[in-house]
């Protein structure tokens, strides 16, 4: 007897990052910088902060808009938090 | 027959404000005054923003933080979301 395959339409989840932060000044330097990535790749994820975290993610939506930059929008944005 | 409370401990939810702009340019003025709203009173909510919207929410830590400042918080906020 065959089963139905009831895995449904997977979709794919949304990309995302958490970066943590040892106080505010150094959350809002990360912003920044990323806003100005935003503003330059014309691309802007949904960013979720406090104090000393932000949460980025990039949906379907989002990695289509990306393309083929996506990549290069991750790393950048990992440059930004790794900067200080 | 009595019947016992069922309702247990009820958790008061969280505060959340939505604000939606006509582009990121305006986004991004509300969330640097925002900033500076947050640096003055010394408290950060959360922060979930895209291209064109901002949710901000403050949970039970941060009304306990905010104490009785919690109220012209909200209104200092809404200014923010309201100039131009």
Chains 1, 2 share one sequence.
């Not at 449904?8 to 040892?22: I, L, Q, V």
């Not at 330097?29 to 949460?55: C, H, M, Q, V, W």
Request: aromatic content about 12%; charged content about 30%.
């Amino acid at each position: 007897m065959s089963q139905a395959d009831t895995s449904g339409t997977k979709r794919e989840p949304a990309s995302n990052w958490r970066f943590e932060f040892s106080d505010y000044a150094h959350t809002r330097r990360f912003l920044d910088r990323l806003a100005e990535l935003s503003k330059s790749e014309d691309f802007y994820p949904n960013i979720n902060f406090g104090r000393t975290y932000a949460n980025i993610s990039i949906d379907d939506e989002g990695r289509l808009a990306l393309g083929q930059r996506e990549a290069a929008f991750v790393e950048a944005m990992q440059t930004c938090a790794a900067q200080d």
